[in-house]
Antibody, heavy 115, light 109 residues
Framework: QVQLQESGPGLVKPSETLSLTCSVS????????WTWIRQPPGKGLEWIGN???????NYAPSLKSRVSISVDTSKKQFSLRLSSVTPADTAVYYC?????????WGRGILVTVSS | EIVLTQSPGTLSLSPGETATLSCRGS???????LAWYQQKPGQAPRLLIY???TRATGIPDRFSGSGSGTDFTLTISRLEPEDFAVYYC??????????FGPGTKVDVK
């Protein structure tokens, strides 16, 4: 059974960079897209981007200028960096495994952007 | 980029009734690569349906999906108390670029 766990700071100041890591256990990272999705409080799901195990990366057009995703398969981790954050970036951030559909998810981590 | 819309925004029903949820794409979803998820408060979404009509592992048969092209439907027959939640559709026809619909909330009437 694949398990994913998000980690990182729960509070980030405006204009700074949000950094999160997702640790994967229970299966190989091969042949899947490793994905970040966020959900502002009380709102819907927003796909942020993903990285294939080999390193190919895709970002949502609306966030492309501020987002960076990387992977370290030796550590079975992948990471998200979102720069120049504002309060509008406050959300629960989920990591997930994708084979087209998102079949395994982390529990999510609430990141609040506030001074 | 395919934009998904869902209707209605909220559906108020009683246990035992049937819920019919709609998801429409701004353009045709390639190969009917359309999935449905259920999300309960404080939890991550759970995959229900993929390929427009195939139930994911462990999903009860009261959940069914249908549709093709731009119009898709999730039907929940004989609503159980645990089915009251928010439901999202998601397209993966433009994989590895993905998008979600805004969600439909099914609440207790």
């Amino acid at each position: 059974q694949v398990q994913l766990q998000e980690s990182g700071p729960g509070l980030v100041k405006p204009s700074e960079t949000l950094s999160l890591t997702c640790s994967v256990s229970g299966d190989s990272m091969r042949n899947f897209y490793w994905t970040w999705i966020r959900q502002p409080p009380g709102k819907g799901l927003e796909w942020i981007g993903n990285i294939y195990f080999s390193g190919t990366i895709n970002y949502a057009p609306s966030l492309k200028s501020r987002v960076s995703i990387s992977v370290d398969t030796s550590k079975k981790q992948f990471s998200l960096r979102l720069s120049s954050v504002t309060p509008a970036d406050t959300a629960v951030y989920y990591c997930a495994r994708a084979s087209g559909v998102f079949d395994f998810w982390g529990r999510g981590i609430l990141v609040t952007v506030s001074s | 980029e395919i934009v998904l819309t869902q209707s209605p925004g909220t559906l108020s029903l009683s246990p035992g009734e049937t819920a019919t949820l709609s998801c429409r794409g701004s353009q045709s979803v390639t190969s009917n690569f359309l999935a449905w998820y259920q999300q309960k408060p404080g939890q991550a979404p759970r995959l229900l349906i993929y390929g427009a009509s195939t139930r994911a592992t462990g999903i009860p048969d009261r959940f069914s999906g249908s549709g093709s092209g731009t119009d898709f439907t999730l039907t929940i027959s004989r609503l159980e108390p645990e089915d009251f939640a928010v439901y999202y559709c998601q397209q993966y026809g433009s994989s590895p670029l993905f998008s979600f619909g805004p969600g439909t909330k099914v609440d207790v009437k």
